[in-house]
Nanobody
Framework: QEHHVESGGGSVEAGGSLRLSCEAS????????MGWFRQSPGKDREEVARIDSDGPTTYADSVKGRFTISRDNAKRTVYLQMNELKPEDTGMYYC????????????????WGQGTQVTVSS
């Protein structure tokens, strides 16, 4: 497909889990960095996690120990396993890819999906 397609969002209670998936577009190559960002109303877009082509991962401090990012290059898919969800995790989650992890937020050099909504109630 032309664009990344995210899935797996939904509504859960605090303490619950969700697994997000993102199938990358036809333009994806296995050397690309892949990442997840989220945005809540009134807040800037925030990087949640990233995974480089050879496996190294980085997480936002707010999700360390609770979220796990992984990828399956054969399926052109990146995953985000989210455990122990908190109300502050609520937001629209977007996947993104870029030739370099440092380019994930640069519109000219990155590709984005349409997002999947995650809502965590207390």
């Amino acid at each position: 497909q032309e664009h990344h397609v995210e899935s797996g969002g939904g509504s859960v209670e605090a303490g619950g889990s969700l697994r997000l998936s993102c199938e990358a577009s036809k333009y994806f190559v296995t050397t690309h960095c892949m990442g997840w960002f989220r945005q809540s109303p009134g807040k800037d877009r925030e990087e949640v996690a990233r995974i480089d082509s050879d496996g190294p991962t980085t997480y936002a401090d707010s999700v360390k120990g609770r979220f796990t990012i992984s990828r399956d290059n054969a399926k052109r898919t990146v995953y985000l396993q989210m455990n122990e969800l908190k109300p502050e995790d609520t937001g629209m989650y977007y996947c993104t890819t870029a030739g370099d992890c440092g380019w994930l937020l640069l519109p000219r050099y990155s590709s984005w999906g349409q997002g999947t909504q995650v809502t965590v109630s207390s």
